[in-house]
């Protein structure tokens, strides 16, 4: 993934087709080693490619890929435990409360 997004930041940036070169200069520049075999597989694949075909196919793709699911029952769990725990929160906060103030007397008022 490191190489691709570096061969596109190099397209974008106006680069037609960015050689292997490019983007290993790209790679080092951020501290990263750049692996040759996949750097020449990915340069042959995308030769001769428009990028932004590519992509528009690629998208078209994923459409197809089911992303649902169950997924959203957990959040909403997690947003229902928490709700419980603020309502825990205040009744403890109450109860502090109402014993704070009945340890200010002592059992004897200080004008009694």
């Known amino acids: 993934m490191k190489h691709l997004a570096a061969y596109l930041l190099l397209s974008l940036g106006g680069k037609a087709a960015p050689t292997a070169k490019d983007v290993k200069t ?3 520049s951020v501290g990263i080693e ?3 075999e996949r750097l020449s597989t990915l340069i042959s694949e995308l030769k001769g490619k428009d990028l932004q075909e590519l992509i528009a196919e690629g998208s078209t793709k994923l459409a197809s890929v089911p992303s ?45």
């Open 34 to 36: 750049a692996d040759d």
């Open 68 to 112: 649902g699911g169950a997924g959203g029952a957990a959040p909403a769990a997690g947003g229902a435990a928490a709700a419980g725990g603020a309502a825990e929160e205040k009744e403890e906060e109450k109860k502090e409360e109402e014993k704070e103030e009945s340890d200010e007397d002592m059992g004897f008022g200080l004008f009694d």
């Open 26 to 28: 790209v790679l080092e």
